[in-house]
């Protein structure tokens, strides 16, 4: 949402499995000027359905998500940004980064709104996988310490 200003109209695509939380977003947060002048697009779905939007973004971004996804998920939703980005695009994403190598304090098999702690490389590994260049850019000054990941597409 913060982006959305510094945008070109029709150049914002939102993308959650909550319509009353696009809906809320667009009352409290966007409100009907800046939505009537930037014309965002915003798909309802719970399996990343990218291509329900009309364009391909070059950068994308997934502040705060992924800390609440179970691996499963992440990695669906890298394989499928990867297959829509256009050549050459930008995904970046936050995580809570774990120390070790062990999920916390989910499993791989559970969904949780709770924030989810990957290891720096099981992050890089899930970009990899699906297509991706990961750059690790670590801290960027979040409130609660997410750090970020940069995923290029090759």
């Not at 993308?15 to 000027?33: A, F, T, V, Y």
């Not at 992440?74 to 980064?97: D, Q």
């Not at 590994?125 to 090759?154: L, S, T």
Request: glycine content about 10%.
């Amino acid at each position: 949402m913060k982006f959305i200003e510094y945008l070109e109209e029709g150049n914002y695509l939102g993308l959650d499995s909550e319509k009353r939380l696009i809906r809320l977003g667009i009352k409290k947060e966007l409100g009907r000027e800046l939505m009537r002048r930037k014309s965002p697009q915003f798909v309802v779905s719970g399996s990343f359905e990218f291509e329900k939007f009309s364009k391909r973004p070059d950068f994308a971004i997934a502040q705060s998500l992924f800390t609440h996804l179970v691996e499963s998920d992440i990695r669906l939703c890298l394989e499928k940004m990867r297959r829509f980005i256009n050549p050459g695009g930008r995904f970046y994403a936050t995580y809570f980064i774990a120390d070790g190598s062990h999920v916390k304090p989910g499993s791989s098999r559970s969904h949780s709104h709770r924030g989810f702690q990957y290891p720096r490389a099981m992050v890089e590994n899930f970009g990899a996988r699906a297509g991706w260049r990961p750059k690790y850019i670590g801290d960027w000054g979040h409130p609660v310490n997410q750090m970020m990941v940069e995923y290029v597409a090759e």
